[in-house]
């Protein structure tokens, strides 16, 4: 069912073979998935959408996977688009929408990177997949791999968080632990793939996961009906997932889903002060990013000093009239409050660093009242529950509760 | 667009008004919402179905709300339907099926009921609510609460887990500890609400979190499309899920989505060694449970003594012809492991008491090889990273992997 043709270098044009295992181009570049798209506009309508499944497979003539039982899902991708107009009025923009990557299986949309990878590496007769991660990749990759019943590694800076080691570790992943950086990690990696004949599955080395990505950007278009929103803010670590953003939109038009000269959504590229190499690069006009040295941020998604995609994402930025901004920590931190008390979603801290983003886009006249803007959440906060603090009344067995203070606060206000 | 008509007890068949906010029935039983299902049938159809949000809320005429503006929704519901051939063939099922309520928001099917029910409230014009709860319950109906704007106030047991007490106060429900019980937080609750006008929305004396829950029957069907498995697995707590399955399926019948005469999959309730009340009832043939003494076991979300709604989830297992079995704490862990690696799903204890059941399902004849299995995961492992344990090796910055014996055991083997 996939029109998958080859595999393009979006830097020099060299073209790679797609029936076997590749990685980035011989100039250094990473591969895009190219299809014969006159064949998807063909056969493929949107109103063929109504009635699949409400995964990401749905846009399965879009995806690289060419036979069904290769392909390894666990309901990845569909996550509710949420009208979030209480904190839309909050920071300047009643039309906001928040697009919950949270739901997705292992609770990042992570996974669908590592459905589709995992897929296509199946489909390729790997059989052993290893990754350096620092978090969500890790655990999503894991637990595909186990389900495709891959051999996986996994190793992981020894100060990452324990949750995406649990994960690793639960799905019996091989894992490792490394005194260094993820770097490091990935020269490990990089050295015993070579020497084992083991896939390497790093960012962006591995073509396929940003298929898996691009697919929000399909279902953001759905989600609207296909009339697409003036605004996408995407937190930036590695990127791929803005690239496949922009990547979609370039199919759906050619493919005739979008109109063509219909206004593509801005997109925004959002980063923390502490690791902001694509808005440094942004306000210089350069094409690419320099490596951000001392980077750190509690928002360790986004926490990417130099990525490898980089001249993709300020193609995306530039080409749709957005921009690329960065908040602080303690901007995270307190959206990630103030988005729970109004929508009732606990969010990861790099979609609070998007939703951060608003009020100042709003003042400096880059977002305005009257548009339609869509955030992506792109993790659930219960993976990051050291965030949250905590500090209880406690009562006796037999208390009667005292609530004229705390009435005031919480009895229906709005 | 709802059909709901009134409520009416299932003990004694006493009607109450659905204008207004009711709790328990005057006998004491917990309250069923009813529709003009002659109605449902005629203007809702199965194939309507196609197109509508991928959300419970695609069965509106189903749902007790009547205004769209008082739909509360985080996204809840049509969770995936997974087939799970690795876990099948390991416990003797080849066609067994894990529907994931993980991926609903909030981490467990707890959403599902918090929607329908925050929905509802709103709708009647309740400004505050206040339930006691020991775990999921609590961080939904607070999010939902939140993006609803009604006031909340939640009593837990001061040994209740942190991450649900996190998520209480993520979303700014005033939230207290208790040195006791659920049932002593209950108590607080139970007055508080009386003194200050609030709703109590504990377990079934709030009679709309059921409709939500129920929706999962309906759910399983479509996704079967309309031809039953023959089995469902459900872990039991408050058995609210059980109760809203028997009752998707007797409505689904009346309005015609199922045949008439098709057989019903048999409900099969499970529950753990240290706290199995209803197990209990079925072996001994009562149609009502005892308070089980010194309830204990590690799947909190199942460590209710005594279900208020416990003659219903005996009357579902009955009349399906199921049956009701426990399984050690033991089991479950091991069963979480199990499922993570064959199925690459972090699954919680509960969802794991329900697989682990299978094998002694199929010994004792129960189950049969041939038959298509359903079990229902209520909620995300994500929630209980105290169950994994990890110890892992840790290398130096320039190291090596040695893969040599670990390569044995991960290399691609199924």
Known sequence: MSCLTHLECPKCGKTYDVDKPQTVCACGAPLLARYDLAAVGRKFKRDDLKGRVASLWRYRELLPVNEDRNVISLGEGMTPMLASSKLGQAVGLPKLYIKDEGLNPTGSFKARGAAVGVSKARELGIRTVAMPTAGNAGGAWAAYAAKAGLGMYVVMPIDAPDLPKKECVASGAVTYLVKGLISDAGK???????????????????????????????????????????????????????????????????????????????????????????????????????????????????????????????????????????????????????????????????????????????????????????????????????????????????????????????????
Chains 1, 2 share one sequence.
């Open 188 to 414: 490990i990696v990089g050295q015993a793939a070579k020497a084992q004949g083991w896939f390497d599955a790093s960012t962006l080395k591995e073509p396929y996961r940003i298929e898996g990505k691009k697919t929000m950007g399909l279902e953001i278009a759905e989600q609207f009906d296909w009339e697409l929103p003036d605004a996408i803010l995407y937190p930036t670590g590695g990127g791929v997932g803005i690239i496949g953003i922009y990547k979609a939109l370039q199919e759906m038009e050619t493919i005739g889903w979008i109109k063509k000269g219909q206004k593509w959504p801005k997109l925004i590229s959002v980063q923390a002060e502490g690791c902001s190499p694509i808005v440094k690069a942004y306000r210089e006009g350069k094409n690419v990013s320099e490596f951000h040295t001392g980077a750190q941020t509690l928002a360790a998604g986004i926490r990417v000093p130099k990525a490898l995609g980089d001249f993709l994402v300020l193609e995306a930025v530039r080409e749709t009239g957005g921009t690329a901004i960065s908040v602080t920590d303690e901007e995270i931190l307190k959206t990630m409050r103030l988005v729970a008390q109004t929508e009732g979603m606990l969010i990861c801290p790099e979609g609070a660093a998007a939703v951060a983003a608003l009020p100042h886009l709003v003042k400096q006249g880059l977002l305005n009242a009257g548009e339609r803007v869509v955030v992506l959440n792109t993790g659930s906060g219960l993976k990051y529950p050291d965030l949250i603090a905590i500090d209880l009344p406690v009562l006796e067995k037999e208390a009667q509760l005292e609530v004229a203070a705390a009435g005031e606060k919480a009895d229906g206000a709005e």
